[in-house]
């Protein structure tokens, strides 16, 4: 077939990725959690016949980067194509069966016209709890992912168009949280029906052909200008290496090394080098790190045409299995995004070594993933949980955002307003930690506090925290950002508690309060116009005593 027409191209283009938004909106305006409502911790996206990402929605690239992963992983080796059938749902959760940890329920819901496999709708959700050893997901004393929570294997959850209410009612015995769970989930299925129903308008309208012509052309187009940003850079290979604090099992940290080869108009990234995966669940499989080092390699080179698998093409990952990005089953992995942040990280400052003009120093480099099993006075049980970020790496030519997320997760911010109104908790402090952005020419963007009093009868406290120790670098002489923190004080005494925290008793006015990473600075401190310093301190961002 001949090429589409360009305009038409661009047309259909936008409508499918109007279609990815419009599912959304449907989760956001339908869902029940704050984790999903408020923090957005969804994505969506639309896929050919054949399960190739043709259009996501602005969400979560570590969800979106890796749905394909997930997709073609159940086609080889669950549920082949072929036996897909018109109103089936299929839907898992499993980190080895091409998920990333356990929380997130990825479904898929193939859409035909006259009998005809046309595309394939997808909706990610972070579910706030899926049972396990400890509320939210998170089991910070993990050594399989069997203790983590109920595991699904890909399985149909509506067939024919009727919902498998014994497989719903299995998964909804076993979460915390089951009337949360199911509100999340029919948000989930609702979202997959409306972006069938708007594939089958489109199809209607272009003819499925020419849509699966166009399709075609918009993943071959993204090749080209993917292939088109790498053949600008030099060829080589730079390495670089980041770490994370550790698993909170054994002592030191662990090291994440990455090789970065350009050779043309293609790129490889092999994580040889990397430590051992790890007995506690800060392991990563394949398909996170291939997540995140599309996210790091796509920001680097700057792809501004519409990112859709077309964009992974020419990108090339490897790790020796037992590694801790490329952990073997039965590891536990509900902590994946730390070690994913740092892969994402450590892939940007092999990156600085060829762009040195545009890319950051790092950006506070963890998730601040929290959760509390509340028990009320009158026997009712609550889990609540939240994410937290930090400061940004400081650029080239100006300061570090504060207290913004980082484009791999792309978290929201969660209102203390509707948290209050929702659980027993009093906010105390909510804002900015001076000097925590890493000092340089151009300063790291702070990270942030939050502090609240708990009110409830009992609960117990899990974080699943990182950069404590292993700071956010900096670039060019810049100073790293400042790590974390995470306390409780009780009765006016404060202890200090550790990054990984399982269990951490809590009764009516206890105080727990956690501080984020700031950004790693850039460039020689020593160049810092007065000025700008004269500012900082105005502005409260850095102290008169902190030596900067």
């Known amino acids: 077939m001949s090429r589409p027409d360009p305009v038409l191209l661009e047309i259909v283009s936008a409508a499918l990725v109007s279609v990815a938004e419009e599912m959304s909106v449907t989760v956001w305006r339908t869902s029940r959690s704050t984790t999903v409502r408020e923090l957005l911790d969804y994505s969506t996206a639309v896929f050919d016949a054949e399960g190739r990402n043709v259009a996501q929605a602005a969400r979560m690239p570590v969800h979106l980067n890796s749905m394909e992963l997930c997709l073609q992983h159940i086609i080889a080796h669950h549920i082949p194509l072929a036996d897909w059938r018109d109103g089936d749902v299929i839907v898992t959760n499993d980190p080895y069966c091409g998920g990333q940890h356990l929380p997130d329920f990825i479904a898929f819901k193939p859409v035909f016209r006259d009998g005809r496999r046309i595309a394939i709708t997808c909706?990610?959700?972070?579910?706030?709890?899926?049972?396990?050893?400890?509320?939210?997901?998170?089991?910070?004393?993990?050594?399989?992912?069997?203790?983590?929570?109920?595991?699904?294997?890909?399985?149909?959850?509506?067939?024919?168009?009727?919902?498998?209410?014994?497989?719903?009612a299995t998964i909804l015995q076993n979460v915390r949280e089951p009337e949360t769970f199911r509100g999340d989930f029919l948000s989930q299925i609702a979202a997959l029906d409306v972006g069938a129903r708007a594939m089958l308008r489109l199809a209607d309208r272009y003819g499925v052909d020419a849509l699966n012509q166009i399709g075609t052309a918009l993943l071959d187009h993204a090749e080209h200008e993917m292939r088109a940003a790498l053949s600008a850079l030099p060829d080589g290979t730079y390495r670089a290496e980041d770490f994370v604090d550790g698993d909170g099992l054994e002592d030191g940290v662990k090291r994440i090394a990455v090789a970065l080869t350009i050779d043309g108009d293609s790129i490889a990234l092999d994580f040889t080098g990397t430590a051992d995966?790890?007995?506690?669940?800060?392991?990563?499989?394949?398909?996170?790190?291939?997540?995140?080092?599309?996210?790091?390699?796509?920001?680097?080179?700057?792809?501004t045409g519409t990112v859709n698998a077309g964009c992974y093409r020419p990108i090339t990952v490897t790790a020796p299995e037992g590694c801790l990005v490329n952990a073997a089953f039965p590891a536990p992995v509900?902590?994946?995004?730390?070690?994913?942040?740092?892969?994402?990280?450590?892939?940007?400052?092999?990156?600085?070594?060829?762009?040195?003009?545009?890319?950051?120093?790092?950006?506070?480099g963890t998730t601040f993933n929290h959760a509390v099993n509340i028990r009320h006075a009158d026997g009712r049980r609550q889990v609540y949980f939240d994410s937290e970020l930090g400061g940004w790496g400081a650029h080239p030519e100006q300061d570090g955002p504060n207290g913004l997320s980082a484009g791999f997760h792309n978290g929201q911010n969660t209102p203390v307003e509707m948290i209050e109104a929702l659980f027993p908790l009093r906010f105390t402090r909510y804002g900015l930690v001076p000097?925590?952005?890493?000092?340089?020419?151009?300063?790291?963007?702070?990270?942030?506090?939050?502090?609240?009093?708990?009110?409830?009868?009992?609960?117990?406290?899990?974080?699943?925290?990182?950069?404590?120790?292993?700071?956010?670098?900096?670039?060019?002489?810049?100073?790293?950002?400042r790590g974390g923190s995470l306390s409780v004080t009780r009765d006016g005494v404060t202890t200090p508690l550790s990054a990984k925290t399982i269990g951490q008793a809590l009764r009516?006015?206890?105080?727990?309060?956690?501080?984020?990473?700031?950004?790693?600075?850039?460039?020689?401190?020593?160049?810092?116009?007065?000025?700008?310093?004269?500012?900082?301190?105005?502005?409260?961002?850095?102290?008169?005593?902190?030596?900067?």
């Open 334 to 364: 509900s902590m994946r995004m730390l070690p994913g942040h740092k892969i994402a990280t450590a892939v940007l400052r092999a990156f600085a070594q060829v762009l040195p003009d545009r890319i950051p120093a790092s950006y506070y």
């Open 123 to 168: 909706v990610l959700i972070h579910h706030v709890d899926v049972g396990g050893g400890a509320a939210g997901g998170y089991n910070a004393k993990a050594v399989e992912v069997f203790q983590e929570g109920l595991r699904l294997p890909p399985v149909r959850i509506v067939r024919d168009g009727r919902m498998q209410d014994d497989l719903f």
């Open 277 to 303: 995966q790890a007995l506690g669940p800060i392991n990563a499989t394949l398909a996170t790190t291939t997540s995140a080092v599309y996210y790091a390699v796509i920001a680097a080179c700057e792809v």
């Open 508 to 548: 009516p006015g206890d105080i727990v309060r956690m501080e984020t990473p700031g950004g790693g600075g850039h460039g020689d401190p020593a160049l810092r116009d007065e000025t700008a310093r004269a500012e900082d301190i105005a502005d409260g961002y850095v102290t008169r005593g902190s030596g900067a």
């Open 435 to 481: 000097d925590s952005g890493g000092d340089g020419r151009m300063r790291g963007g702070l990270g942030i506090v939050r502090e609240w009093e708990f009110l409830a009868e009992s609960g117990l406290l899990n974080a699943s925290f990182d950069a404590f120790t292993s700071l956010p670098y900096g670039l060019d002489g810049g100073a790293p950002g």
